[in-house]
């Protein structure tokens, strides 16, 4: 079991900046790749952006260029920097991770823990 904890969500006026965390403990490892998801009020949940132990990332179309992931792997610890941010981006915001393989995956299904969710809201 991998237990996530995230911390960094509110509400934000567009053009501005938030960070999110996500801390990881129980059986977890630096070698698990970690990504972050959102789902919308009436949506479906969407990817947003993963990274994988060596720092390889992915992002979404739709954030690239204004979110940054990292991660430390001494603390098992991810975080998502979120820049510009639009109304669009108004989400519940998910941390998950990957213990089935060291590659960072896009769909939701290939991760195994998650998070509780971080509420992010962007005013116009």
């Known amino acids: 079991q991998v237990q996530l904890v995230e911390s960094g969500g509110g509400l934000v006026q567009a053009g501005g900046s938030l960070r999110l965390s996500c801390a990881t403990s129980g059986r977890t490892s630096k070698w698990y790749p970690m990504g972050w998801f959102r789902q919308a009020p009436g949506k479906e949940q969407d990817f947003v952006t993963a990274?994988?132990?060596?720092?390889?990332?992915v992002y979404a179309d739709s954030v690239k260029g204004r979110f940054t992931i990292s991660r430390n792997n001494a603390e098992n610890a991810v975080y998502l920097q979120m820049n510009s941010l639009k109304p669009e981006d108004t989400a519940l915001y998910y941390c998950a991770v990957r213990t089935t393989g060291t590659e960072y995956s896009t769909r939701p299904g290939d991760y195994d823990f998650w998070g509780q969710g971080n509420q992010v809201t962007v005013s116009s």
């Open positions: 990274i994988e132990w060596s720092g390889n990332t």
